[in-house]
């Protein structure tokens, strides 16, 4: 005989899609207290930038809980960041373990997505509206709740998390790069990335979310009808149009019971599927130039060049600054030689296509320039990552670059980040070369 275990999971039944703030509602009508949520969201150290609260709503005359996440002016305004900066916020926010790996797991696989559409690398996609602050809040709430809830862990470390088909929407919808068609092509890749069973509903509105689409097809164990539990409770969540069904998120809380011998047999077949579907992935990757476990890769880049020489040098390193704050890559000059004899210089900008439009109007805003060349172009490009040190002074970020794949990759460059160097230095008194010199050797003697 083997011993029964009762496993607590959740089933996500989505009738009219799902989205990050329809997860923080149906959550909080579970029983997770909105104040333990702004707690531990709070410790991301962006609670200056929204105001998260919840209120009871009808939807066809069914009650719900909406959650709102109401940006504060002048704190998100053109504010972008990518992946890295929101790993680096989820991964010193001291939050419970679990919460911070699925965090990370979803921004990951978002990013992924988003990259894939756009050709470029995961951690240079700007997350625009979709990682915003309400994205960071939606996300990471989520991942409290299931956390606070008790959903127990299959062997991937993943919450027991199952959900239903999803519907496919239709129309179109306003987005950071216009007017897109419903599902958007994030969605579509996420979709494609854990091949989700959809359907139509016949609603042509944009029902599932970037958002909503990243955390269950990161967190999900499988698609399709609720499986075998005893149910606990059900927790609804509402979006914010109305629809001609309830437009509501319902997690269905409750306990399976299965052996200890079948719940390992489950859990290597969980293992397996996800190896298989990642496996995949990756190879389509490949085949679009662009894939997130090989170095070096290639990208497409824009590169927008001018010449000016008639401008004061004071305003070129403003107009640098102001270039870097919308995304550009990268910003050079050189000294050239122009007509008349005048000495000027070549000012080039290289940047993805989705921030040439507003790095071409600063130039031209910000410069005394008449016109401007636009070049696209491929690079090869590292990856790399950031991790973190501790030294006997305090805290270095390292960028570790590497070429191969994950499973045999070779370590071509590791770099300390000089603004951790620096601020160390400037801390202790002490000569930058000599803090800088201690990461490296301290990296070193770790690996």
């Known amino acids: 005989m083997f011993d029964v275990i009762m496993s607590k999971i959740v089933y996500f039944q989505c009738p009219t899609g799902i989205s990050g703030d329809m997860c923080l509602g149906a959550l909080v009508n579970l029983g997770v207290s909105l104040e333990y949520l702004v707690e531990n969201l709070n410790k991301l150290g962006i609670e200056q930038e929204y105001k998260l609260w919840a209120e009871f709503v009808t939807r066809k ?63 240079k996609v700007h997350f625009h509206e979709v990682g915003a602050v309400d994205a960071i809040v939606d996300v ?57 069973p959809v359907y139509s509903n016949g609603i042509e509105k944009e029902l599932v979310t970037p958002t909503g689409a990243a955390i269950v097809t990161t967190l999900a164990t499988e698609f399709g009808s609720p499986p075998d539990m005893n149910l606990e409770k059900v927790g609804m969540g509402a979006g ?22 079948s719940k390992k047999d489950k859990n290597k077949g969980i293992k397996h599927k996800i190896t298989h579907e990642e496996t995949k992935h ?8 662009h894939q997130d476990s090989t170095s070096p890769y290639l990208e497409n880049i824009s590169v927008l060049e001018t010449q000016i020489d008639d401008i004061s040098p004071q305003a070129i390193g403003y107009i640098f600054e102001e270039l870097f704050a919308v995304g550009a890559v990268d910003v050079f000059t050189q000294a050239v030689g122009m007509k008349k004899n005048r000495p000027g210089v070549l000012l080039t900008v290289i940047c993805h296509s989705e921030q040439l439009t507003e790095c071409e109007t600063i130039l031209f805003r910000e410069t005394t320039t008449l016109g401007i060349r636009r070049f696209s172009q491929q690079r090869s490009v590292l990856q790399r990552e950031i991790q973190q040190l501790e030294t006997e002074y305090g805290k270095v970020r390292v960028k570790v670059a590497w070429i191969g ?30 803090i800088h010199r201690l990461a490296l050797q301290t990296w070193y003697s770790k690996n």
């Not at 809980?65 to 704190?75: E, F, P, T």
């Not at 929407?169 to 091949?195: D, F, N, S």
């Not at 990756?282 to 130039?289: A, H």
Request: aromatic share 6%; with cysteine.
């Open 61 to 123: 005359s069914q009650q719900a809980v909406m959650v709102h996440v109401d940006l504060i002016k002048n704190h998100h305004h053109h504010h972008q960041r990518h992946l890295p900066e929101i790993e680096q916020i989820i991964q010193t926010a001291d939050l419970p373990p679990r919460v911070e790996a699925w965090s990370l797991a979803i921004f990951r696989q978002l990013a992924v997505a988003e990259g894939a559409v756009h050709g470029i690398s995961p951690e």
């Open 140 to 196: 990471v709430g989520t991942c409290l709740g299931l956390d606070w809830l008790g959903i127990d862990s299959n062997s991937e470390g993943l919450p027991l998390l199952y959900c239903s088909k999803l519907p496919t929407g239709g129309g179109t919808v306003g987005a950071a790069h216009g007017i897109m068609a419903v599902p958007v092509p994030a969605v579509l890749k996420l979709w494609e990335m854990r091949k989700c």
């Open 240 to 261: 914010n149009k109305n629809f001609k069904i309830p437009n509501i998120l319902r997690i269905w809380l409750g306990e399976t019971a299965e052996s200890e011998n």
């Open 282 to 289: 990756n190879s389509e990757l490949v085949n679009q130039q």
């Open 405 to 434: 794949t994950l499973q045999n990759k070779s370590i071509t460059n590791v770099h300390p980040e000089y603004a951790d160097c620096a601020e160390l230095a400037r801390k202790y008194n002490i000569p930058w070369q000599e």
